[in-house]
């Protein structure tokens, strides 16, 4: 069985989607077969791949919930799945309209993303999903959640960071008392776009890995990503890291790898 992996913070812009596009290569490097899921409707995940399907994973979500029959479409697995190095379910706008579409119905909404991907399974054909998910703690999220084994964590540091991961950890709690899934593990934070020359910075970043680890334990932050032109050049060709052969970017390389090993670490404990 595959592990289902989702790169969560209800906070905009601290890497989520960077982190996951680059870490799924990486693991397509090491020899895995991967899954993509963008469930952001800014699609920002399936930008980076050029993938620009009419149809999404929004459609395929819908189709899957039978009272909602009348808004079904015409879309198969086949139809929206874009083959590559990673494969990929792409985003699209129509996902901002899921929490009120199924807000309605009576199957389980927490469970629509997982029940997917059991019926057609996903998770026996992939050696890992990776999920990039939206800034919000919504139904969509909610719905990774339920679905996932593991979570990462990107985190931008600073005094807000450590309120928002306090109420990510009492939502995936919350989860664990709903007692229909077993909640995910968060294994990995990654702190991202952090100025190691700016004292407050890394006064703050101490403090939450402090936090952290006194939470979850020690090991469960991986160590800094800076900001790195390297990043944005590579992001604005749409491209991983992997992709370039020039020293600049052999860093970043290791950086990504090395998310990749303490990824194959985990799933290797848990399987
Ligand atoms: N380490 C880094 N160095 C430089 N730029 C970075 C780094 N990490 C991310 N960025 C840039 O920061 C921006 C936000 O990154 P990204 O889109 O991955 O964040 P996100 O958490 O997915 O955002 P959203 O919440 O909107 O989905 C992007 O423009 C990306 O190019
Ligand atoms: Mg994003």
Redesign the pocket.
């Known amino acids: 069985m595959g592990k289902v992996i989702s790169f969560i913070?209800q906070k905009?812009?601290?890497?989520?989607?960077?982190?996951a596009f680059n870490a799924a290569h990486a693991l397509a490097k090491n020899g895995h077969k991967v899954l993509a899921i963008d469930l952001?409707p800014?699609a920002?995940l399936t930008l980076l791949f050029k993938a620009q399907n009419e149809l999404n994973i929004n459609h395929l979500l819908i189709n899957s919930i039978k009272e909602l029959k009348m808004l079904h479409v015409q879309a198969l697995l086949g139809n929206v799945l874009v083959r590559g190095t990673v494969d990929l379910l792409p985003g699209g706008q129509e996902l901002s309209g899921f929490d009120l579409t199924v807000a309605a119905v009576n199957t389980p909404r927490q469970l629509v993303l997982k029940k997917f991907l059991e019926t057609n399974g996903l998770n026996d054909r992939y050696d890992f999903i990776i999920i990039?998910c939206?800034?919000t703690l919504g139904l969509l999220v909610i719905n990774s959640l339920c679905a996932s084994d593991g979570v990462i964590v990107?985190f931008r540091p600073d005094d807000f960071s450590l309120k928002g991961l306090e109420h990510f950890y009492q939502v995936i709690e919350d989860i664990a008392e709903m007692g229909i899934v077993k909640a995910p593990e968060v294994f990995l934070h990654v702190p991202?776009?952090v100025d190691l020359r700016r004292k407050q910075e890394s006064d703050d970043l101490n403090k939450i890995i402090q936090a952290i680890d006194s939470e979850l334990g020690e090991g469960k932050v991986f160590s800094p990503?800076?900001?790195?032109a390297g990043?944005?050049k590579s992001?604005a060709s749409r491209k991983s890291v992997f992709d370039f052969k020039t020293q600049e970017f052999s860093e970043l390389q290791e950086k990504f790898s090395g998310v990749a090993q303490k990824i194959e670490e985990w799933s290797h404990e848990h399987r």
Not at 12 to 19: A, E, L
Request: aromatic share 4%.
């Open positions: 913070n905009g812009v601290v890497g989520k989607t960077t982190m952001d800014q920002n990039d939206p800034p990107p991202n776009l990503f800076l900001n790195k990043l944005v992001l």
